[in-house]
């Protein structure tokens, strides 16, 4: 069987994501959601969608009564994800939310227990989960090639552009870089070191206040602890170009990454030479395999269910707690 998706919130990432989703084998664009009409004329088509399968945020409570979608792909701003996963569950459907899943932990547990009620899977846009050079190197680290791991690094950063755009809007980004582009460092760095952190210390520095209101990050530095005795450093910006970098260390070899997380090839190498992999559009490969895992019960080597998203919520509001305190925030 295929994976019939519809897509709420047509904007930059929805439309990468259907046009990625042609290519598909077991995932079928078949369903749009928007609040203006002509998207969803345009949407229509474009990719062929059938006018019953397109809604409004009103006529949305109807999608319970259309058998032929299966799941919902929320692609709206950060602030929406809580109300849009929990309105989805409550219609029946799967949900597949895009990355950060919420703004804070209680939001995120509220969506996990929303799923888990009505008896639905809730997955989280975490495409470089599926990614075959990043997978490459977490063989790597499970086999025990690079040894004991010892350090993590994570650049995750940017130049923002138009100062009026959602994303530094505190009130639907629910911060800043951090949770823009940082949180790709926090995921990257719980699966690259393969464990859970136990502590989290963050500074943040502000250069441009006026661009950066209040509870919008510009930059946080920040530093995760590992049972293991593992530690991170990672740097999330919207001020600096070119970061965006993991490296991972560990006794017997290193990994680096570099892009890490862009949507072109990634490129990589490590103390045995360069990660050849060859290179797939992710939004292809993560469709065709979050179809897997919601049809067929697939285990994902990276987990890429509400759990997961909920563990990087935690850790997102333990740094915020850190800079805020100046203290050494505990995870456990
Ligand atoms: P965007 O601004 O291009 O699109 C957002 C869409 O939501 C627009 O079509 C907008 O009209 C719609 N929308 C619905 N209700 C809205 C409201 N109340 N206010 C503002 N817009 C509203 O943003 P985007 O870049 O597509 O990002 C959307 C989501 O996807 C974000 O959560 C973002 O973090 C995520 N994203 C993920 C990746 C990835 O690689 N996984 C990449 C880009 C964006």
Redesign the pocket.
């Known amino acids: 069987p295929v994976l019939r998706v519809a897509i709420m919130?047509?904007?930059?990432?929805?439309t990468?994501v259907a046009d990625a989703m042609q290519q598909c084998k077991r995932a079928k664009l078949v369903g749009a959601i928007?609040?203006?009409p002509s998207?969803l004329t345009a949407w229509q088509a474009k990719y062929g969608i059938a006018e019953k399968n397109c809604y409004n945020?009103e006529s949305f409570k109807n999608i319970k009564n259309n058998p032929d979608i299966d799941v919902v792909y929320i692609?709206?701003?950060?602030a929406?994800?809580h109300s849009q996963v929990i309105a989805a569950a409550a219609a029946g459907k799967h949900v597949i939310c895009?990355?950060?899943m919420a703004l804070n932990a209680k939001e995120g547990a509220e969506m996990v227990a929303a799923c888990k009620k009505a008896g639905v899977q809730l997955l989280v846009?975490?495409?470089m989960h599926f990614e075959p050079k990043t997978l490459e190197v977490v063989r790597m680290r499970q086999d025990g090639e690079l040894g004991k791991i010892k350090f993590f690094e994570g650049l995750s950063g940017f130049v923002i552009g138009d100062p009026t755009?959602?994303r530094l809007n505190k009130a639907?980004a629910g911060g800043g870089a951090l949770?823009?582009i940082g949180i790709y460092s926090i995921n990257g760095a719980r699966y690259m070191v393969g464990e859970e952190p136990i502590w989290v210390t963050a500074q943040e520095t502000k250069n441009d206040p006026v661009k950066f209101k209040a509870g919008v990050d510009e930059t946080i530095q920040f530093q995760l602890g590992f049972p293991s005795g593992a530690v991170a450093s990672i740097l999330s910006t919207y001020s600096v170009n070119y970061l965006d970098r993991f490296y991972l260390v560990g006794e017997k070899g290193y990994a680096n990454l570099q892009p890490a997380t862009g949507?072109g090839p990634i490129k990589g190498y490590t103390n045995k030479g360069e990660l050849t992999q060859p290179h797939q559009t992710?939004q292809t490969v993560q469709m065709d395999e979050m179809a897997a895992i919601i049809l067929d019960g697939k285990k994902p080597i990276i987990p890429v269910d509400g759990e997961e998203g909920l563990r990087d919520l935690k850790i997102i509001d333990a740094i915020y707690e850190a800079v805020k305190t100046g203290k050494k925030i505990s995870l456990t």
């Open positions: 919130g047509l904007g930059g990432y929805a990468r928007s609040g203006t998207k945020y692609t709206t701003p950060n929406l994800h895009e990355k950060p846009g975490y495409r755009q959602w639907l949770m823009d949507y992710h």
